[in-house]
Every structure is written in structure tokens, then in C-alpha cells.
């Protein structure tokens, strides 16, 4: 496989310290009853390990090359979808859940894919993904500080989410430029603030965010929002217009769009 040419274009850094690997399949704690997923296999390094552990592994992989490879093995466990993870339709390709996703995400989608994985969470049971560390803190960040995010209360709002290990560059080939960190994913039972119009709740964040700059009242302004609705709304949960929707919890993000919900 030292053949193989890497392709900037997928953000193709493979992962090749042992060590790392065998952490990142310990913490995914499959047996062979399990169905594994990996977004990205690359060379394959975490997918031997998961035919190791699994009772079945199934992988979404978009380099023709490596597809090429994936299919030499001839093994009977192995499940290859050819295509972009963002592009393939889980719906129709992940059929016997519930799985265990566990992948080196490609740096270069791995947040819109974690947005894809919060959208078909339901077949999973636990997540073990790697990310550039930047994305990381981002994913656990607290309200206040400068990386909490969309990404932070979408993540936090379905998952308990744990720090596996720390990844130097040194482990992958090529090195990236970057710290990368293991994090891992279990589903909550239920949504950990409840939600009477999850759409709206979505579009509320997104607008606080979007304007990070202005006071939280102006920047929902820009959802078409009546002034006195959303003065009224904010008023009923003692949330003051004039702070910025970083500093609200996720407990009053959900607060607030329950009551513009219900006005």
C-alpha cells in the first residue's frame, strides 16, 4: 500500500500509529454482535482493526483507488458504499442499525459531516471520531468562551461527549499541520432540553451565532421575528435582548424558542 499517492482534494491524512488505533477501537467497546461504520477508511489501518472487533464493518469511502482496495480483501464482513459521506443517502444504505460509527473524519468535512451524523443519529449507538483539535473544542465548548458555537449546541443538545486521547501530527501520514483529538459520542436518551418546534430552535441558534457581534435581540431580528413577540418572549425568560447568544446556555436557547414558539 506504500504505493498509493495521496489526494489533497479528499484531505487525505492517514492514520498509521497503532497505538492510536487501538485506543480509538477500545473506546468504541464493540463485540462481535456489533455492526461498525467508518466514514473514510483510508489504507484501512482502524478498518482491520474493526473486522477484528465487529461482527460487520461497513464503510463510505470516495477515492476510487482505495474502493479498488477496500474490495481486494474479498472478505465477507466487509461492506463497501462508494460515494461522498456528505452525498450517499444513509437512509437508504444504513439499513440494520443500530451502529457504531467510528472513523478518522477527513478534516476538510468533518463538521458538515457531524451535522449529517446529528441528523441520522438514531442509528447509532456510540461514536468514536477523530478531529482536528480546533473542531474539538469547538464541539465541547462551554457558553462565554470564544470557541462555543452551532456546532457546540447541536453536538451537546443529543450527545454526552468525552475526550478519548490526544493525536500528535506524527501519527498520520502525510503529517497535517494540526493537534487532532479522539472524542467520543454516546447518545442521550432523549434531547437534553426539550424542544416544542426543533426547527425554530435551529433557526434561533443559527441567528445568535450568525451575529455574533450584536446584542441577541438584534441579531433575531433578522428571522422576521414581530419586536414586541420577541421582546415578550424574551421577557417571559428572564433572557436581557442586550446580551449575545454566546453567553446563553443551551437550557435557554431551548427556553426562549419554546416561548417564541408559543406566541
Known amino acids: 500500500m506504500s504505493d498509493y499517492r495521496h489526494k489533497k482534494r479528499f484531505g487525505q491524512n492517514f492514520l498509521r500509529d497503532q497505538n492510536i488505533v487501538r485506543k ?8 462481535d454482535a456489533d455492526r461498525a461504520l ?4 483510508g489504507l484501512g489501518a482502524l478498518t482491520d482493526e474493526l473486522l477484528h472487533a465487529a461482527g460487520q464493518v461497513e464503510v463510505m469511502e470516495v477515492d476510487r483507488d482505495l474502493i479498488a482496495r477496500l474490495k481486494e480483501r474479498h472478505d465477507p464482513r466487509l461492506l463497501v458504499h462508494e460515494g461522498d459521506a456528505l452525498s450517499l443517502q444513509w437512509d437508504q444504505l444504513l439499513r440494520n442499525p ?12 468533518s463538521t458538515p459531516i457531524l451535522f449529517k451524523i446529528i441528523e441520522h443519529r438514531d ?10 483539535k480546533e473542531v474539538g473544542d469547538r464541539i465541547r465548548a462551554s457558553p462565554g468562551t470564544k470557541n462555543y458555537s452551532v456546532l457546540s449546541i447541536f453536538s451537546q443538545l443529543h450527545f ?26 454516546t447518545p442521550l436518551a432523549k434531547p437534553r432540553a426539550h424542544l416544542t418546534n426543533a426547527d425554530l430552535f435551529r433557526k434561533v441558534v443559527r441567528a445568535a451565532f450568525n451575529q455574533r457581534r450584536k446584542t441577541l435581540r438584534n441579531a433575531l431580528r433578522l428571522l422576521d421575528i414581530d419586536g414586541a413577540l420577541l421582546d415578550s418572549a424574551l421577557m417571559e425568560v428572564a433572557i436581557d435582548p442586550q446580551r449575545r447568544g454566546e453567553t446563553l446556555t443551551l437550557e435557554e436557547f431551548a427556553a426562549l424558542s419554546n416561548a417564541i414558539a408559543a406566541q
Open 38 to 41: 467508518e466514514i473514510g477508511p
Open 98 to 109: 443500530p451502529y457504531v460509527l467510528v472513523a478518522n473524519l477527513p478534516y476538510n468535512i
Open 160 to 185: 454526552s461527549i468525552e475526550q478519548v486521547c490526544s493525536v500528535a501530527p506524527t501519527a498520520f501520514i502525510p503529517p497535517p499541520k494540526v493537534q487532532s483529538v479522539v472524542l467520543a459520542f
Open 24 to 31: 480509538i477501537v477500545t473506546a468504541a467497546f464493540l463485540t
Open 123 to 132: 442509528v447509532f449507538k456510540r461514536l468514536v471520531l477523530m478531529f482536528q
